[in-house]
């Protein structure tokens, strides 16, 4: 419980109505998609950069940790309030501030819903690629701060990409900008990476200015069928090895379809044990060219079926296969503990083996799919977490998952941070001189630890309280 | 004997919620403030807490439970299918058990009060006034959606006839011969206040042969009182009504209200096996029409010289149950419809049976949305097969300024038949 003088100075600072103590709502805000649950002390919903920095300064005096939330879905436990305290809830900055056509560059809130934005960018014309799979529901605060990706990565990049500055409250409280809307800029640290993919344990994210690209025309989407991973694999590199670099190269695994075809109607032919779904982009009639190329480049390699889609109809209909796992997955256990390792490409068939061996040893289900084009696995593991037991060998599972992708020279997170999911393992991947300079990093900036605290590195997780 | 789940009976449901989030992307509720509390996930969290006693009920638990218009739109696009309506019906169950129904009526609106959003109180209510409402029985959807005292005076809302729809026609009305049977499930909207819409349907059924039943002694179908908690009304009603529906002889359930053919289709069959048998007959009116041939039918009429410009609005409980294309097919098929479909077509219009009474405002901006869409779409009329959509439309039209007019599909065909 806080102080019921802290509460009131919270309340002066963001209105009674923006401030709550609410059993139901500090549930309501004590999960993500984690399913982890923390209670915070209060949540506040803070209305604007003044009222977040005096928030801070507050913290820092009484020494309150802070979470920072989007929308909560985030899949290492990023905005769980882990040891109580506040939680800021971003969702009331959610203007789109300008979209400035003539330099293709916008500034947002971070409250702002990913499709939201992207929706508002293509009515003019223009392209902001990012697009994870939660951009209906996650914010752009929380994607920068994630540094989050998704199937068009292969061509187009991450967020960080396209993040050119930011207005950011420290962890003491001060607004300051980093970057800024032009093209160029080498005044001083890149601040702006830095805090792109921090996982807001660095600075509360205000304000985002980034630079959009023109919409590409038109996209055509394929999907091929192979007999085996490695005939997937292998078309990846021969697309790429090609010239072409395809939107989107998604990759579905055997056992993957095995759930598919258990759960819909989706035709998936016996024989096939691996799919892509290729999808390219840009001026209309070039596209059909693309697509044969493709097609031919790929025809040695294992295929069994190739389909190509004629209107965007046809289009969803394949991508209706893909969107169609993650609700399948639960006829193969009811609880999936979900990473979502990053290997080199060439790599993937080797990576999908070793987890497969993985999956043998334990007798657990382990599902892969993802983006084959940036070699990001989402390695799926299903157990029932009411069968005594399972819960445990799920973990040591994930930690030789880990393993396995780290000696490919891989990494444990492509796309989820690292959170406090990950926070026990992340000593597997980085040395202790690394870490340290990270923590040097993290006690400059923030030196009561008051700012999302015990994410990323566990160790950290105790925060001196000032509260009862 | 008909009984409904507790929320202790539905903990798998809940449990079946994985937290992503998914359903903030299309939960009403929740569009307007982007509370936690207010989208499914956050009310299944509270659900939870209830349940393992952790929360008790506080000013804030019941708002956020109020705050749901049991629009099934979460549940439709839900990757787990959690019944999120199903548990919030259930939680509010809870909670007039354990504090009674009035209270927890009066604690919503102290809560709302509270909020600032208690402007409701009727000034005289016009339509809705005493005497008015003297006709129409005390359990009925209509009193149960708009309780005298909660109305506001800024709202549009059609009279009540003088002739229920119910008490104009004999209880048989014989067709063809070899035409299949059906019982028109009337609903309070109809009977009461859209009665036109009846004539329409009776219209279409007769000009197909068809032989319809229109029991006298049918009553409310009980979803109003499902989104207030009040169990035992609702028990009652689907009683009553399974013992109207075993008198009778028929091939075919219709009804002409989304609302009816959720609480026939997925509330009754939950209540008791009884009800499967009935579930099997139950057909909304259009996809009935579609069955019979109809949209071939209308081909045959010729096409009239002025064209209408109509576009459709997917009540709820039609979509979500995969209701979508037939009444389509309809519009598109009749001689003097020029179809457009506009945008947001599926989302929510914001009645939500006790929801719009309680949350007014609101039920006015998701309303707001949907008007502006009407709008865009050029359309003169905004047709949907509800009697509740038809007045929440036509509200957020009013409000909006707009020319349009919302109508039942049903009145549209019975102009186009000869
Ligand atoms: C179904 C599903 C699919 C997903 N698919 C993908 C995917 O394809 N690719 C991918 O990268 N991720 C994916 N994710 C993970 C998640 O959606 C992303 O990490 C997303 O960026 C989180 O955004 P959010 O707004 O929900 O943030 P939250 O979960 O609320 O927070 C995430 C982190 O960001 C911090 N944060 C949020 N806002 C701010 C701010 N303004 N300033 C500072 N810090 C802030 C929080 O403290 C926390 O550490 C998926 C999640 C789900 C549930
Ligand atoms: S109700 Fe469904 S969509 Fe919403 S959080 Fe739960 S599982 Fe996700
Ligand atoms: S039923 Fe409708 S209003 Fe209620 S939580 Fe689901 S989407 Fe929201």
């Not at chain 1, 902001?128 to 701060?145: C, E, F, I, M």
Request: one cysteine or more; hydrophobic letters at 40%.
């Amino acid at each position: 419980m806080l102080e019921q003088s802290i509460l009131k100075q919270l309340e002066e600072i963001c209105g009674k109505d923006h401030v709550t103590t609410a059993t139901a709502d500090l549930i309501c805000y004590s999960y993500d998609a984690t399913q982890r649950q923390y209670r915070p002390d209060v949540v506040v919903h803070p209305g604007s950069n003044e009222e977040i920095s005096a928030i801070m300064k507050l913290a820092n005096s009484a020494r309150i940790p802070v979470f920072p939330r989007g929308a909560g879905s985030g899949f290492t436990g990023g905005s769980l309030p882990i040891s109580g305290g506040i939680v800021l809830g971003l969702s009331r900055l959610d203007k789109i501030l300008e979209i400035d056509e003539e330099n293709l560059v916008a500034t947002v809130e971070p409250g702002v819903v990913t499709e939201q934005f992207q929706q508002a960018v293509e009515k003019v014309g223009l392209f902001y690629p990012p697009d994870p799979a939660s951009l209906k529901v996650s914010t752009l605060g929380g994607n920068v701060a994630e540094c989050a990706g998704g199937p068009r990565c292969v061509k187009y990049g991450v967020t960080k990409d396209y993040i050119i500055g930011l207005e950011i409250v420290t962890p003491t409280g001060d607004i300051i900008k980093t970057g800024g809307p032009t093209m160029k800029g080498v005044v001083g640290y890149d601040l702006t990476k830095l805090i792109c993919g921090s996982e807001g344990t660095l600075a509360v994210i205000t304000k985002i200015i980034i630079k959009l690209l023109p919409k590409p025309e038109a996209k055509k989407t394929m999907l091929v069928l192979f007999d085996s991973i490695d005939g997937a694999a292998q078309a990846v590199s021969a697309i790429i090895r090609g010239k072409i670099i395809p939107t989107t190269l998604e990759f579905m695994d055997g056992r993957t379809l095995d759930c598919v075809r258990k759960a819909t109607d989706l035709q998936v032919p016996a024989g096939a044990n691996a799919v892509l779904i290729i999808e390219v982009d840009g001026d209309r009639e070039f596209l059909d060219k693309q697509a044969a190329k493709i097609a031919a480049i790929i025809k040695p390699l294992g295929v069994v079926e190739t389909r190509i889609a004629e209107t965007p109809e046809q289009s969803e209909a394949l991508w209706q296969i893909r969107r169609s796992v993650s609700a399948s997955l639960r006829r193969v256990n009811p609880d999936k503990f979900n990473e979502d390792i990053c290997v080199p490409r060439s790599k993937v068939p080797e990576m999908i083996r070793k987890i497969d061996q993985i999956s043998d040893r334990y007798a657990i289900p382990i599902v892969n799919f993802g983006h084959a084009g940036d070699g990001n696995i989402h390695v799926n593991i299903m157990i029932d977490s009411k069968v005594p037991g399972q819960s445990e060998k799920a973990e040591k599972a994930i930690a030789e998952v880990f393993a396995g992708a780290l000696e490919l020279g891989g990494t444990m997170s492509g796309e989820h941070g690292v959170g406090i999911m990950k926070a026990p393992f992340i000593t597997m991947e980085l040395s202790d001189a690394g870490i340290d300079y990270m923590k040097t990093i993290k006690k400059a900036l923030d030196p009561n630890n008051i700012l999302n605290p015990g994410k990323m590195f566990p160790s950290d997780r105790a925060v001196a309280p000032a509260q009862s | 004997m008909a009984k409904l789940k507790e929320l202790s009976e539905l903990r798998e449901q809940i449990e079946l919620c994985v937290k992503c989030g998914g359903c903030r992307a299309h939960c009403p509720a929740f569009g307007a403030d982007k509370q936690e509390g207010r989208v499914a996930r956050g009310k299944i969290a509270l659900a939870d807490a209830l349940l393992k006693e952790q929360v008790d009920l506080e000013e804030r638990f019941l708002l956020d439970m109020s705050q749901c218009l049991l629009c099934g739109s979460c549940y439709s696009q839900c990757p787990n299918k959690v019944h999120t309506e199903e548990i919030v019906a259930a939680t509010r169950r809870e909670i007039a058990k354990r504090q009674g129904l009035s209270t927890f009526g009066k604690g919503v609106a102290t809560v709302l009060k509270h909020q600032g959003l208690m402007n409701l109180l009727a000034k005289g209510g016009g339509a809705f006034s005493k005497l008015l409402f003297k006709k129409v029985p005390e359990q009925s959807g209509l009193r149960l959606r708009f309780p005298a005292p909660f109305i506001s005076s800024d709202r549009t809302l059609p009279p009540l006839t003088s002739k229920p729809f119910r008490e104009r026609h004999p209880e048989v009305i014989p067709g063809t011969a070899g035409k299949p049977t059906v019982l028109f499930f009337t609903g309070c909207g109809i009977n009461y206040m859209y009665p036109d819409s009846g004539e329409a349907l009776l219209k279409a059924l007769q000009f197909l042969g068809i032989t319809v039943i229109i029991p006298k002694d049918q009553g409310c179908c009980g979803l109003p009182a499902v989104s207030a908690g009040a169990s035992a009304t609702v028990e009652q009603l689907a009683n009553d009504n399974l013992a109207m529906l075993r008198k009778h002889q028929y091939d075919y359930i219709v009804t002409a209200c989304a609302s009816c053919h959720s609480g026939l289709t997925q509330i009754y069959p939950n209540m008791g096996a009884e009800f499967d048998t009935y579930k099997e007959k139950v057909r909304d009116i259009f996809v009935f029409l579609v069955e019979q041939g109809l949209p071939e039918r209308l081909a045959e009429l010729p096409k009239a010289a002025q064209q209408l410009r109509v576009t459709y609005h997917d009540p709820c409980h039609l979509r979500n149950h995969g209701i979508t294309k037939q009444p389509r097919a309809i519009l598109k098929a009749l001689p003097q419809v020029a179809y457009v479909e506009m945008e947001g077509a599926g989302s929510c219009c914001g009645l939500g049976g006790t929801y719009s009474v309680y949350h007014y405002e609101t039920s006015k901006q998701i309303g707001a949305k949907k008007a502006a869409h009407i709008a865009q779409s050029g359309a003169s009329l905004v047709a949907t097969d509800c009697p509740g959509c038809i007045m929440q439309l036509q509200d957020s039209i009013n409000h909006a300024g707009g020319q349009q007019q919302a109508v039942h599909i049903l009145d549209l065909l019975a102009e186009a038949l000869p």
